[in-house]
DNA sequence: TTTCCCGTTTACGTGAACGTCAATGGTTTG
DNA sequence: CAAACCATTGACGTTCACGTAAACGGGAAA
């Protein structure tokens, strides 16, 4: 029997708040069971959160991710609605990959403009306390604050 | 002297409406000169415009996406100012590279729900027209509902 | 028992990013 | 010159993903 998790519980591990979870149950991403009121969640729902969370942070909306979930549980839908299904996936993939070139531009440009302020900081310096240069093209170095 | 853009022009261009263009000027990503009352869009409005939507696509706000911009314009800010900016680049950059993680993740995923939709229709054919197969092992990527 | 601390439901509130009128005005086309 | 368009400024409406308070219950600790 593995193990279970309090709303409190899952909400800390993922950093998110109890209204979320319970939204998502609203939603009908996921449905814990209950000892008496008291939700439990199960190791599946645990995992179903982190594929919602992370469904989140590339963009889907809550009901797409819905739909998603659902595809992995259902077991026959017929021919027909497993065409539809998979030219749903098939689309999310392009899209998906799209936004991976997106991400790669973005990224570019941001470091392009952490070098930019370095080098004006450097020039700043640089009016005080002249020294030969060493241009450093500085990113990666901070850990990510907070 | 550059080409020049109505409001509808840049609306199909982009495929967005001129609602939405007109909402980037509220929110200052934008600030067209106007003949009279309309407006008109110099290349570089145009490029701002590319900017914003690629940095919507990748799930920035319009005031992220400000903030960014101004940083791209305004000349001299001070030391304190450009620490301010550059950390928050290197915190959008940290962000976009976890999601980039989680595209990659969202995209195997979803390569898997086509494999197994693709199974479960070769499976119906195979009931009627038998072959030989190699099954690909149907663990899911949730735990088995109990 | 009373006081906390979680937890629950119900329901209205909020911020972001536009959508959708309404009222108005310039312009070019038949 | 009137009809068709396209544009502009309010300003209220809408969807999404929760936030936030109100009112209530159960259990454990003081």
């Known amino acids: 029997m593995s193990r279970t998790y309090t709303?409190?519980?899952l909400a800390r591990e993922f950093g998110i708040?109890?209204?979320?979870?319970?939204?998502?149950?609203d939603e009908g991403l996921i449905s814990p069971e209950r000892r008496g009121t008291q939700r439990i969640y199960s190791a599946r729902d645990r995992a179903r959160v982190t594929l919602i969370l992370r469904g989140r942070r590339v963009g889907f909306t809550l009901a797409e991710i819905g739909e998603i979930l659902d595809l992995y549980n259902e077991e026959?839908?017929?021919?027909?609605?497993?065409?539809?299904?998979r030219s749903k996936f098939v689309q999310r993939i392009a899209a998906l990959e799209?936004?991976?070139?997106?991400?790669?531009?973005?990224?570019a440009e941001l470091k392009l403009g952490v070098t930019r302020i370095d080098n004006r900081m450097t020039e700043r310096?640089?009016?005080?306390?002249?020294?030969?240069?060493?241009?450093?093209?500085?990113?990666?170095v901070l850990p990510a604050a907070e």
């Open 76 to 85: 026959d839908h017929g021919a027909a609605q497993d065409m539809h299904a």
């Open 7 to 9: 709303i409190r519980e």
């Open 125 to 140: 310096h640089e009016e005080i306390n002249p020294r030969p240069q060493v241009r450093v093209s500085g990113f990666g």
């Open 17 to 25: 708040t109890s209204r979320t979870l319970r939204h998502y149950e």
């Open 98 to 107: 799209r936004q991976y070139k997106d991400i790669e531009e973005s990224i």
